[in-house]
């Protein structure tokens, strides 16, 4: 068992750069912001770290009993799915509200330790997810700088409509998924009932 | 031997699609049957389904002195049970003889009106229940803030969205103690911003602040289904499934954020995914969905930072492109949304549906007394009615062993326009 072992690496952390061709082809589809840094940007899950404080509760993985509680300000991964590529647009400082309202609203207090949940205010805006590239069974799918100039693009246009055009859009899908239940519901009950309803027929021609 | 009635021919119709009224009930479209019949919990009796938690760890962990020092005495494990018992619900489906001789031809007629109104009121008891699991429990579907005559406006969240044309619903003081009786809905605007119902007759005593709820409850504090509200709450008083919230105060709260009636955020919403990480792991929200409505869905998009439904609805004429290389999930922070229009208007919340049961008591299927399960309507001269009733019913419970593997974002602005 031993031997088995030696020589295997396991890698816990998987890290990924970002092609230089995709930051190129983003910086084209959505410009640069007042910083000069690029609007979008693409990132491996595992290199996106975050600010997250508070009070942790540590717990066995077996049994998910609580081991101990740590009061502290980590940086961990900010998406859940680590071992994809994300798509990020660049918000301004001041979405986040004022640096006031931010730690009112985000400071946490936890055996007797103010601890910032979200870490420092943003004072250069913060990158927030737009999309995950994954197949439609959640599988695994490669960045290239065509996908991710594609959703950048399409996530641009989709900004410049009206508010009224986006949330029509919202409304004409809940109007396709009551359609969808119905033609769902006919088909089920349809196949309850032989041909033609049971009536004679012949075959012509 | 007495003659064929037609609701013979009508029962004889329903036994045909019998079988498939589960297929038409349990679709992954709704909330409520998003929620899985667990495989691991039998199906109850009449009796309360028990739920062991654990809701302390064991062991005494420390130092200790070697050198003939005292190693202390240790602790388990401590668990309770939360029980559940299950609701009764039936969905009545009343066809008149007109619709049968609507179209042509008596064996199909019958079939096309059963078909028909099987696949109607399936679809509606579907919504009735899923309108359900939007509340705290205690069957109440909105609150009305004010009325003129028949017509009530009714408070937001829920404003009129919990409510249907037609639907018989009961109205009671705001503290849920006097039923002060029941009246129909003969019109339900659960669009506009006014969110208005109107309804048949008031009851006498109707008061601004009363409540309305469900037909079918009784007596002070009704129970109905465990809707999301009732499981994702961080009040520390109450109980929950029969467990005093005041005992566990931490164990039994979901967190929450609250945004203060101001619109959502990117920040809001990792207020609460980090809030489920911190208590579970940082690892353990990859099952989590953000589950919301259309109104918050829509505010998401206004922050122009997600692949808006537009693109997806062909706007854009790539949205197929989108959908054939991608899953086309709609994410919010990296956590794939489902919205209904059910769902409160003001709240996003996150649930781990893996957590989540339904203890069934009686499947979905044709209420049936011996064999039956078509009934004659009677006239008020004795005689029989130009109509027939049947029934839909079931039984079952909504449970959440574990209420803090989610998180909510309530006082949400609404987008204008809604």
Not at chain 1, 3 to 24: F, M, N, Q, S
Not at chain 2, 52 to 76: E, F, H, I, M, T
Request: net charge neutral.
């Amino acid at each position: 068992m031993k031997d088995k072992c030696r020589g295997r690496i396991e890698i816990v952390r998987e890290t990924h750069e970002t092609p230089e061709a995709v930051l190129e082809r983003l910086k084209l589809a959505g410009g640069l912001n007042r910083f000069g840094q690029a609007h979008y940007r693409a990132v491996w899950g595992w290199n996106r770290l975050a600010w997250i404080g508070g009070k942790f509760e540590e717990r066995d993985p077996s049994s998910g009993s609580l081991l101990r509680e740590v009061v502290e300000l980590r940086q961990e991964p900010k998406y859940p799915a680590v071992n994809r590529w994300h798509l990020e647009r660049w918000m301004p400082p001041e979405s986040y509200g004022s640096r006031r309202a931010w730690y009112a609203q985000t400071l946490e207090i936890a055996d007797g330790q103010s601890v910032p949940a979200l870490g420092p205010y943003p004072e250069r805006g913060d990158y927030e997810h737009c999309f995950t590239l994954e197949g439609p069974h959640g599988e695994f799918v490669q960045l290239t700088a065509t996908v991710a100039e594609h959703i950048a693009r399409a996530i641009e246009w989709s900004r410049n409509k009206s508010r009224a055009a986006r949330r029509e859009a919202v409304g004409e899908r809940t109007a396709r998924e009551e359609r969808a239940y119905d033609e769902h519901a006919f088909a089920i009950l349809d196949d309850t009932v032989p041909a033609f309803h049971a009536q004679p027929f012949v075959c012509v021609g | 031997m007495p003659a064929q009635a037609n609701a013979n021919v009508v029962a004889l119709q329903l036994e045909k699609v019998r079988d498939k009224v589960p297929l038409l009930y349990e679709r992954d479209d709704i909330l409520l049957t998003m929620i899985q019949q667990r495989g691991d919990v039998e199906k109850v009796s009449s009796r309360n389904l028990r739920l062991p938690l654990q809701v302390y760890p064991g062991g005494k962990a420390g130092s200790y002195n070697a050198d003939g020092g005292d190693l202390g005495r240790g602790s388990g494990t401590f668990y309770d049970v939360a029980q559940v018992s299950p609701i009764f619900f039936r969905f009545a489906i009343e066809i008149t003889k007109l619709v049968e001789y609507a179209t042509n031809g008596r064996e199909r007629a019958v079939e096309n009106a059963a078909k028909r109104e099987v696949a109607n009121g399936m679809k509606q008891f579907r919504s009735f229940l899923d309108k359900l699991m939007q509340t705290a429990g205690s069957g109440v579907l909105g609150t009305v803030s004010s009325f003129s005559g028949t017509t009530w406006t009714m408070a937001t969240p829920p404003g009129a969205a919990l409510v249907y044309v037609g639907q018989t619903i009961q109205v009671y003081d705001p503290t849920l103690t006097t039923n002060r009786g029941s009246c129909n809905v003969v019109a339900a605007d659960p669009i506009s911003p006014t969110q208005t119902i109107t309804i048949d007759v008031n009851p006498t005593g109707l008061t601004n602040g009363d409540v309305i709820v469900h037909d079918g409850l009784t007596g002070s504090n009704p129970v109905s289904l465990y809707g999301i509200k009732y499981h994702q709450n961080n009040a520390t008083t109450g109980t929950w499934l029969n467990l005093n919230r005041a005992t566990y105060p931490v164990q039994l709260a979901t967190p929450r954020v609250n945004a203060g009636n101001a619109a959502l955020t990117p920040s809001n919403v990792r207020l609460a995914i980090n809030k489920v990480r911190k208590s579970l792991g940082i690892n353990h929200v990859s099952k989590l969905i953000a589950y919301m409505a259309v109104e918050q869905e829509h505010a998401w998009e206004n922050l122009g930072i997600t692949v808006s439904q537009i693109i997806k609805e062909g706007g854009a004429g790539d949205g197929n492109d989108l959908d054939l290389l991608f899953s086309g999930r709609k994410t919010m922070s990296g956590v794939p949304i489902k919205s209904s229009v059910n769902a409160d208007q003001t709240r996003v919340d996150f649930l781990d549906l893996s957590h989540w049961g339904r203890a069934v008591l009686k499947d979905i299927d044709f209420y049936e007394v011996n064999g039956n399960t078509v009934f004659p309507i009677y006239g008020a001269s004795g005689g029989i009615a130009a109509s027939y009733i049947f029934y839909f019913d079931t039984a079952f419970q909504v449970w959440d062993d574990s209420p803090r593997t989610g998180a909510y974002i309530d006082t949400l602005a609404r987008p204008s326009g809604y």
